[in-house]
T-cell receptor, first 113, second 113 residues
């Protein structure tokens, strides 16, 4: 069975600090990869996704993620966080053309102003 | 488009009571999903429906039933609520052509006393 690991459960940063959230998955075949964000009191929104092609994908609000197939990783990055980035971030994976997502446990990011 | 809508937003039940969570989508998506979100555990799939008239168990189906009423609506029923079912429930939908992300509803916060 697939599994997704997010290494940090809580991250606290000051505004303007750089962010990197780790995500590793266990499935050996072709995968689709996603990062979702959940702002306080809101539902999940898609930040970015990778299906194929350039392994460096850019999403909304200045976020990007790099797919490294050899490391089974899809880490999320942002060069300079803002207070408004305070949220919970979820990495999710499904098999190519599959219809079920497997989520990581989530990383709660708090940005101090 | 309203996207994915869920009712109710909040619900408090006593142990043993039953209730149905409603979900509807207006995006003409084939696949629909029910998840529960618990702190530190990410989102876990309860049931999903790949098309009208079909349903399948996910990771944590015990204590739940679902109905895919038509293409738009997918309901989740708790026949006899237990405190362990206290959670936030999210419905999602997805178009099946190619690889695509899931779109999430606003969630239902359920407390079972």
């Amino acid at each position: 069975a697939q599994s997704v690991s997010q290494h940090n459960h809580h991250v606290i940063l000051s505004e303007a600090a750089s962010l990197e959230l780790g995500c590793n998955y266990s499935y050996g075949g072709t995968v689709n990869l996603f990062w979702y964000v959940q702002y306080p009191g809101q539902h999940l929104q898609l930040l970015l996704k990778y299906f194929s092609g350039d392994p460096l994908v850019k999403g909304i609000k200045g976020f990007e993620a790099e797919f490294i197939k050899s490391k089974f990783s899809f880490n999320l990055r942002k060069p300079s966080v803002q207070w408004s980035d305070t949220a919970e971030y979820f990495c999710a994976v499904n098999m190519e053309y599959g219809n079920k997502l497997v989520f990581g446990a989530g990383t709660i990011l708090r940005v101090k102003s | 488009n309203a996207g994915v809508t869920q009712t109710p937003k909040f619900q408090v039940l006593k142990t043993g009571q039953s209730m149905t969570l409603q979900c509807a989508q207006d995006m003409n998506h084939n696949s629909m999903y029910w998840y529960r979100q618990d702190p530190g555990m990410g989102l876990r799939l309860i049931y999903y429906s790949a098309s009208e008239g079909t349903t399948d168990k996910g990771e944590v189906p015990n204590g739940y039933n679902v109905s895919r009423l038509n293409k738009r609506e997918f309901s989740l029923r708790l026949e006899s609520a237990a405190p362990s079912q206290t959670s936030v429930y999210f419905c999602a939908s997805r178009v099946d052509r190619g690889n695509n992300e899931q779109f999430f509803g606003p969630g239902t916060r359920l407390t079972v006393l």
